[in-house]
Protein backbone atom coordinates (compact mmCIF):
# COMPACT_ATOMS: atom_id res chain seq x y z
CA UNK A 1 0.00 0.00 0.00
CA UNK A 2 1.28 3.48 -0.92
CA UNK A 3 2.07 6.13 1.57
CA UNK A 4 -1.17 7.88 0.48
CA UNK A 5 -3.24 5.08 0.98
CA UNK A 6 -2.21 4.26 4.32
CA UNK A 7 -3.22 7.94 5.30
CA UNK A 8 -6.46 7.46 3.72
CA UNK A 9 -6.93 4.67 5.76
CA UNK A 10 -5.21 6.09 8.84
CA UNK A 11 -8.63 8.82 8.40
CA UNK A 12 -11.65 6.28 7.57
CA UNK A 13 -10.19 5.06 10.79
CA UNK A 14 -10.40 8.20 12.45
CA UNK A 15 -6.97 8.49 14.12
CA UNK A 16 -6.56 11.63 12.93
CA UNK A 17 -3.65 12.25 15.78
CA UNK A 18 -1.76 9.89 13.68
CA UNK A 19 -2.26 11.69 10.50
CA UNK A 20 -1.52 15.54 12.24
CA UNK A 21 1.89 13.78 13.33
CA UNK A 22 2.91 12.79 9.65
CA UNK A 23 2.36 15.71 8.31
CA UNK A 24 4.17 18.29 10.51
CA UNK A 25 6.82 15.58 10.67
CA UNK A 26 6.88 16.45 6.94
CA UNK A 27 6.41 19.57 6.99
CA UNK A 28 9.21 19.95 9.45
CA UNK A 29 11.74 18.42 7.36
CA UNK A 30 11.05 20.97 4.14
CA UNK A 31 10.38 23.52 6.04
CA UNK A 32 11.50 23.79 9.26
CA UNK A 33 9.48 26.30 11.88
CA UNK A 34 8.91 28.70 9.37
CA UNK A 35 5.60 30.05 8.02
CA UNK A 36 5.91 31.93 4.81
CA UNK A 37 4.21 35.22 4.11
CA UNK A 38 1.66 36.40 1.10
CA UNK A 39 0.30 39.81 1.09
CA UNK A 40 -3.06 39.67 -0.54
CA UNK A 41 -5.01 42.06 -2.48
CA UNK A 42 -8.45 41.35 -2.81
CA UNK A 43 -8.63 44.01 -6.16
CA UNK A 44 -12.44 43.79 -7.41
CA UNK A 45 -15.60 42.20 -6.18
CA UNK A 46 -16.89 42.27 -9.07
CA UNK A 47 -17.98 39.21 -11.12
CA UNK A 48 -19.00 37.87 -14.06
CA UNK A 49 -19.73 34.39 -12.64
CA UNK A 50 -22.84 32.39 -10.79
CA UNK A 51 -20.90 30.00 -8.89
CA UNK A 52 -23.25 28.88 -6.13
CA UNK A 53 -21.34 29.02 -3.20
CA UNK A 54 -19.88 32.84 -3.84
CA UNK A 55 -21.21 36.04 -2.16
CA UNK A 56 -20.16 37.96 -4.54
CA UNK A 57 -21.67 35.94 -7.66
CA UNK A 58 -23.43 38.33 -10.31
CA UNK A 59 -26.59 37.97 -9.02
CA UNK A 60 -26.28 39.13 -5.36
CA UNK A 61 -27.78 42.44 -5.88
CA UNK A 62 -26.88 43.08 -2.49
CA UNK A 63 -23.31 43.93 -2.61
CA UNK A 64 -21.77 47.24 -2.86
CA UNK A 65 -19.04 46.73 -5.93
CA UNK A 66 -15.91 47.80 -5.96
CA UNK A 67 -12.47 47.98 -7.80
CA UNK A 68 -9.49 49.53 -7.15
CA UNK A 69 -7.50 51.71 -8.80
CA UNK A 70 -4.14 50.68 -9.77
CA UNK A 71 -2.89 53.60 -7.54
CA UNK A 72 -4.59 51.96 -4.77
CA UNK A 73 -3.08 48.18 -5.19
CA UNK A 74 0.34 49.67 -5.94
CA UNK A 75 0.12 51.32 -2.48
CA UNK A 76 -1.04 48.46 -0.67
CA UNK A 77 1.98 46.59 -2.33
CA UNK A 78 4.20 49.50 -1.27
CA UNK A 79 3.27 49.53 2.24
CA UNK A 80 3.38 45.49 1.84
CA UNK A 81 7.17 45.73 0.29
CA UNK A 82 8.27 48.16 3.23
CA UNK A 83 7.41 45.79 5.84
CA UNK A 84 9.38 43.11 4.22
CA UNK A 85 7.19 40.98 2.36
CA UNK A 86 8.30 39.52 -0.93
CA UNK A 87 4.81 37.84 -2.47
CA UNK A 88 1.96 39.29 -3.32
CA UNK A 89 -1.46 37.97 -4.32
CA UNK A 90 -3.71 39.86 -6.23
CA UNK A 91 -7.41 38.18 -5.99
CA UNK A 92 -10.71 39.46 -7.89
CA UNK A 93 -13.87 37.95 -9.43
CA UNK A 94 -13.75 37.99 -13.29
CA UNK A 95 -14.20 41.39 -14.03
CA UNK A 96 -13.88 42.55 -17.49
CA UNK A 97 -12.60 46.25 -16.17
CA UNK A 98 -9.23 43.93 -15.13
CA UNK A 99 -8.59 43.00 -18.87
CA UNK A 100 -5.47 41.03 -19.66
CA UNK A 101 -3.66 44.65 -20.37
CA UNK A 102 -4.62 46.58 -17.33
CA UNK A 103 -3.98 43.29 -15.41
CA UNK A 104 0.12 43.59 -17.11
CA UNK A 105 0.52 46.82 -16.76
CA UNK A 106 -0.51 46.36 -12.67
CA UNK A 107 2.06 43.57 -12.82
CA UNK A 108 4.58 45.12 -14.64
CA UNK A 109 4.42 48.15 -12.17
CA UNK A 110 4.69 45.92 -9.15
CA UNK A 111 7.89 44.33 -10.62
CA UNK A 112 8.81 47.96 -11.20
CA UNK A 113 7.98 49.29 -7.84
CA UNK A 114 9.72 46.17 -5.63
CA UNK A 115 13.14 46.19 -7.71
CA UNK A 116 11.95 42.66 -9.16
CA UNK A 117 12.25 41.11 -5.79
CA UNK A 118 8.99 40.16 -5.20
CA UNK A 119 7.09 37.18 -6.16
CA UNK A 120 3.35 38.08 -8.13
CA UNK A 121 0.79 35.96 -7.84
CA UNK A 122 -2.88 36.20 -9.74
CA UNK A 123 -6.16 34.87 -9.10
CA UNK A 124 -8.29 35.70 -11.35
CA UNK A 125 -10.00 32.83 -12.64
CA UNK A 126 -10.43 31.18 -16.24
CA UNK A 127 -8.94 33.45 -18.93
CA UNK A 128 -8.03 32.79 -22.46
CA UNK A 129 -4.31 30.58 -23.08
CA UNK A 130 -3.15 33.97 -24.66
CA UNK A 131 -4.04 35.94 -22.00
CA UNK A 132 -2.30 33.73 -18.94
CA UNK A 133 0.69 34.17 -22.10
CA UNK A 134 0.74 37.99 -21.95
CA UNK A 135 0.78 38.35 -18.02
CA UNK A 136 3.35 35.67 -17.66
CA UNK A 137 5.07 37.52 -20.00
CA UNK A 138 4.64 40.83 -18.04
CA UNK A 139 6.02 39.02 -14.84
CA UNK A 140 3.68 37.06 -13.60
CA UNK A 141 5.01 34.63 -11.66
CA UNK A 142 2.40 32.46 -10.58
CA UNK A 143 -1.28 31.91 -10.36
CA UNK A 144 -3.94 30.25 -8.07
CA UNK A 145 -6.88 28.77 -9.57
CA UNK A 146 -8.82 25.88 -7.36
CA UNK A 147 -10.92 23.45 -8.68
CA UNK A 148 -13.15 23.65 -6.12
CA UNK A 149 -14.05 19.62 -6.29
CA UNK A 150 -12.72 17.06 -8.28
CA UNK A 151 -16.75 15.19 -9.20
CA UNK A 152 -17.46 16.74 -12.73
CA UNK A 153 -21.15 16.31 -12.23
CA UNK A 154 -20.98 18.00 -8.61
CA UNK A 155 -18.57 21.25 -9.87
CA UNK A 156 -20.67 21.88 -13.07
CA UNK A 157 -23.75 22.58 -11.00
CA UNK A 158 -21.94 24.49 -8.09
CA UNK A 159 -20.31 26.63 -11.01
CA UNK A 160 -23.12 27.91 -13.03
CA UNK A 161 -22.09 25.16 -16.08
CA UNK A 162 -18.83 25.71 -16.31
CA UNK A 163 -17.28 22.42 -16.31
CA UNK A 164 -14.32 21.11 -14.52
CA UNK A 165 -12.98 20.35 -17.58
CA UNK A 166 -12.53 23.78 -18.11
CA UNK A 167 -11.09 24.23 -15.15
CA UNK A 168 -8.47 21.59 -15.38
CA UNK A 169 -7.71 22.79 -19.11
CA UNK A 170 -6.85 26.35 -17.36
CA UNK A 171 -4.66 24.78 -14.86
CA UNK A 172 -2.64 22.82 -17.66
CA UNK A 173 -2.06 25.87 -19.54
CA UNK A 174 -0.86 28.00 -16.64
CA UNK A 175 2.08 24.95 -16.14
CA UNK A 176 2.58 25.05 -19.38
CA UNK A 177 3.66 28.65 -19.75
CA UNK A 178 5.58 28.41 -16.56
CA UNK A 179 3.76 29.54 -13.62
CA UNK A 180 3.70 28.42 -10.06
CA UNK A 181 0.37 26.60 -10.09
CA UNK A 182 -1.77 26.65 -7.52
CA UNK A 183 -4.93 24.95 -6.68
CA UNK A 184 -7.19 22.88 -4.19
CA UNK A 185 -10.49 22.57 -2.92
CA UNK A 186 -13.17 23.32 -0.49
CA UNK A 187 -15.00 21.00 1.95
CA UNK A 188 -17.92 20.42 3.71
CA UNK A 189 -19.55 21.13 -0.37
CA UNK A 190 -23.26 19.89 -0.52
CA UNK A 191 -23.19 16.20 -1.60
CA UNK A 192 -19.40 15.63 -0.53
CA UNK A 193 -18.84 12.24 0.59
CA UNK A 194 -15.16 10.75 2.13
CA UNK A 195 -14.38 9.08 -0.88
CA UNK A 196 -14.66 12.98 -2.66
CA UNK A 197 -12.59 14.31 -0.56
CA UNK A 198 -10.20 12.14 -0.89
CA UNK A 199 -10.63 11.82 -4.79
CA UNK A 200 -9.71 15.89 -4.09
CA UNK A 201 -6.50 15.05 -2.69
CA UNK A 202 -5.59 12.28 -5.64
CA UNK A 203 -6.36 15.30 -8.06
CA UNK A 204 -4.03 17.98 -6.18
CA UNK A 205 -1.47 15.14 -6.54
CA UNK A 206 -1.78 14.09 -10.16
CA UNK A 207 -1.90 17.73 -10.52
CA UNK A 208 1.67 18.02 -9.48
CA UNK A 209 1.22 21.96 -8.14
CA UNK A 210 3.17 24.06 -6.29
CA UNK A 211 0.72 25.70 -3.98
CA UNK A 212 -2.49 24.42 -2.70
CA UNK A 213 -5.34 25.54 -0.48
CA UNK A 214 -8.16 23.79 1.47
CA UNK A 215 -10.86 25.75 2.95
CA UNK A 216 -14.34 24.94 4.52
CA UNK A 217 -17.30 25.72 2.41
CA UNK A 218 -19.28 28.52 4.37
CA UNK A 219 -22.87 29.13 3.31
CA UNK A 220 -23.43 32.94 2.41
CA UNK A 221 -27.09 34.10 2.96
CA UNK A 222 -27.43 35.77 -0.61
CA UNK A 223 -26.70 32.71 -2.44
CA UNK A 224 -29.02 29.16 -3.25
CA UNK A 225 -26.61 27.36 -1.15
CA UNK A 226 -28.01 29.54 2.32
CA UNK A 227 -28.95 26.67 3.81
CA UNK A 228 -26.39 24.07 3.22
CA UNK A 229 -25.52 23.10 6.95
CA UNK A 230 -21.92 24.29 7.46
CA UNK A 231 -19.80 21.29 7.96
CA UNK A 232 -17.18 21.40 10.91
CA UNK A 233 -13.50 23.09 10.21
CA UNK A 234 -12.02 19.71 11.15
CA UNK A 235 -13.17 18.65 7.58
CA UNK A 236 -10.74 20.88 6.31
CA UNK A 237 -7.70 20.54 9.13
CA UNK A 238 -7.62 17.05 8.27
CA UNK A 239 -7.77 17.01 4.25
CA UNK A 240 -4.56 19.37 4.72
CA UNK A 241 -3.08 16.67 6.69
CA UNK A 242 -3.46 14.34 4.32
CA UNK A 243 -2.82 16.97 1.18
CA UNK A 244 1.09 17.37 3.17
CA UNK A 245 1.40 13.59 2.74
CA UNK A 246 0.22 13.29 -0.70
CA UNK A 247 2.06 16.25 -1.68
CA UNK A 248 5.65 16.85 0.69
CA UNK A 249 7.00 19.65 -1.48
CA UNK A 250 4.02 22.12 -1.83
CA UNK A 251 2.82 25.40 -0.15
CA UNK A 252 -0.21 25.18 1.83
CA UNK A 253 -1.88 27.91 2.95
CA UNK A 254 -3.80 28.23 6.55
CA UNK A 255 -6.59 29.89 5.18
CA UNK A 256 -8.91 32.85 6.29
CA UNK A 257 -11.90 30.75 5.91
CA UNK A 258 -10.63 28.27 8.42
CA UNK A 259 -10.11 31.01 10.64
CA UNK A 260 -13.31 32.41 10.10
CA UNK A 261 -15.34 29.06 11.14
CA UNK A 262 -13.15 28.76 14.02
CA UNK A 263 -10.76 30.92 15.94
CA UNK A 264 -7.65 28.47 15.81
CA UNK A 265 -8.07 26.74 12.32
CA UNK A 266 -5.43 28.58 10.99
CA UNK A 267 -3.17 27.43 14.01
CA UNK A 268 -4.76 23.94 13.86
CA UNK A 269 -3.72 23.63 9.88
CA UNK A 270 -0.45 25.05 10.42
CA UNK A 271 -0.30 22.03 12.97
CA UNK A 272 -1.53 19.81 10.15
CA UNK A 273 0.61 20.63 7.66
CA UNK A 274 0.30 23.94 6.23
CA UNK A 275 2.84 26.16 6.23
CA UNK A 276 1.66 29.79 4.21
CA UNK A 277 0.00 32.58 6.08
CA UNK A 278 -1.31 35.25 3.99
CA UNK A 279 -2.58 38.98 5.56
CA UNK A 280 -5.09 41.01 3.85
CA UNK A 281 -3.80 43.83 2.71
CA UNK A 282 -6.79 44.94 0.69
CA UNK A 283 -7.96 48.55 2.06
CA UNK A 284 -10.18 48.62 5.32
CA UNK A 285 -12.98 50.42 3.43
CA UNK A 286 -13.22 47.59 0.46
CA UNK A 287 -12.09 44.19 2.74
CA UNK A 288 -15.53 44.16 4.00
CA UNK A 289 -17.23 43.98 0.43
CA UNK A 290 -15.07 40.97 -0.34
CA UNK A 291 -17.26 38.83 1.40
CA UNK A 292 -17.45 35.34 -0.51
CA UNK A 293 -18.80 33.78 3.34
CA UNK A 294 -20.21 35.48 6.07
CA UNK A 295 -18.06 36.02 9.24
CA UNK A 296 -14.62 37.12 7.32
CA UNK A 297 -12.32 37.28 9.97
CA UNK A 298 -10.32 40.63 10.41
CA UNK A 299 -12.16 43.12 8.67
CA UNK A 300 -11.70 46.19 10.44
CA UNK A 301 -7.65 45.70 10.46
CA UNK A 302 -5.09 46.60 8.50
CA UNK A 303 -3.11 44.20 6.88
CA UNK A 304 -0.07 44.93 8.13
CA UNK A 305 -1.40 44.76 12.13
CA UNK A 306 -2.28 41.28 10.98
CA UNK A 307 1.34 40.62 10.32
CA UNK A 308 1.95 41.13 14.06
CA UNK A 309 -1.22 38.94 15.16
CA UNK A 310 0.25 36.39 13.16
CA UNK A 311 3.29 36.54 14.86
CA UNK A 312 1.90 35.44 17.92
CA UNK A 313 -0.48 33.07 16.69
CA UNK A 314 2.34 31.22 15.29
CA UNK A 315 4.44 31.30 18.06
CA UNK A 316 2.05 29.48 20.27
CA UNK A 317 2.24 26.60 18.09
CA UNK A 318 5.73 27.20 18.05
CA UNK A 319 6.34 28.61 14.67
CA UNK A 320 8.05 31.63 12.99
CA UNK A 321 6.86 33.99 10.18
CA UNK A 322 8.99 34.53 6.86
CA UNK A 323 9.59 37.32 5.08
CA UNK A 324 10.87 35.19 2.11
CA UNK A 325 10.15 34.91 -1.50
CA UNK A 326 9.54 30.93 -1.00
CA UNK A 327 8.97 29.71 -4.61
CA UNK A 328 7.18 26.87 -5.65
CA UNK A 329 9.46 23.77 -5.67
CA UNK A 330 7.57 21.78 -8.05
CA UNK A 331 7.41 24.28 -10.86
CA UNK A 332 11.26 24.20 -11.81
CA UNK A 333 10.84 20.33 -11.74
CA UNK A 334 8.56 20.88 -14.29
CA UNK A 335 10.46 22.99 -16.64
CA UNK A 336 13.38 20.68 -16.92
CA UNK A 337 11.06 17.70 -18.17
CA UNK A 338 9.43 19.65 -20.77
CA UNK A 339 13.30 20.72 -21.71
CA UNK A 340 14.25 17.22 -21.76
N1 LIG B 1 -12.71 34.44 -8.93
C1 LIG B 1 -11.57 33.65 -8.65
C2 LIG B 1 -10.88 34.01 -7.36
C3 LIG B 1 -11.76 34.47 -6.25
S1 LIG B 1 -12.72 33.23 -5.46
C4 LIG B 1 -11.94 32.17 -8.65
O1 LIG B 1 -13.10 31.84 -8.47
O2 LIG B 1 -11.04 31.37 -8.84
C5 LIG B 1 -11.50 32.45 -4.44
C6 LIG B 1 -11.95 31.19 -3.74
O3 LIG B 1 -12.89 31.47 -2.73
C7 LIG B 1 -12.68 30.19 -4.60
O4 LIG B 1 -11.76 29.43 -5.34
C8 LIG B 1 -13.46 29.37 -3.59
O5 LIG B 1 -12.79 28.14 -3.28
C9 LIG B 1 -13.51 30.27 -2.35
N2 LIG B 1 -14.90 30.53 -1.93
C10 LIG B 1 -15.90 31.08 -2.65
N3 LIG B 1 -17.06 31.07 -1.96
C11 LIG B 1 -16.79 30.50 -0.75
C12 LIG B 1 -17.59 30.17 0.39
N4 LIG B 1 -18.89 30.45 0.44
N5 LIG B 1 -16.97 29.59 1.45
C13 LIG B 1 -15.65 29.31 1.40
N6 LIG B 1 -14.85 29.58 0.35
C14 LIG B 1 -15.42 30.16 -0.73
FE1 LIG C 1 -16.67 34.81 -9.26
FE2 LIG C 1 -14.69 33.42 -8.10
FE3 LIG C 1 -16.98 34.01 -6.78
FE4 LIG C 1 -17.06 32.25 -8.77
S1 LIG C 1 -15.92 32.04 -6.80
S2 LIG C 1 -18.53 33.91 -8.43
S3 LIG C 1 -15.55 33.10 -10.18
S4 LIG C 1 -15.44 35.43 -7.48
Same mark, same amino acid.
Given at each position: MS ?11 ? %? ?7 ARR ?6 G??? $?L???IE ?10 Y ?7 G????Y????E ?10 D ?12 D?? $? ?10 A ?17 L?R??Y ?6 G??? /???? $? ?5 E ?15 E ?5 K??? /??T???? &????P ?7 M ?8 L ?7 G ?16 P ?14 ? #? ?13 A??G ?6 NG?N?L &? ?7 E???Y??? #???I???? %?GLHC????? &? ?24 E???
Amino acid at each position: MSELDQAFELHRRG %EFDALADQARRITEERFGRKV $FLRGLIEYSNRCICSCLYCGIRRENGKVRRYGLSDEAILAAVRSGHDRGLKSFVLQGGEDPA $FGPERLCHIVGAIKQLTRGEAAVTLSAGILPREAYAELRRAGADR /YLIR $FETADPELHQYLRGGITLERRLEALEDLKSLG /YQTGSGF &MTGLPGETDELLMRNIRLCKELELDMAGIGPFIPHPETPLRDTPTAPVERAIRAVALLRIAC #PDIHIPATTAAGSLAADGRERMIQNGANVL &MPNLTPVAEKKEYLLY #PGKICLDE %EGLHCIGCLD &MRMRSVDRELSFERADGLVAPRRTLEQAV
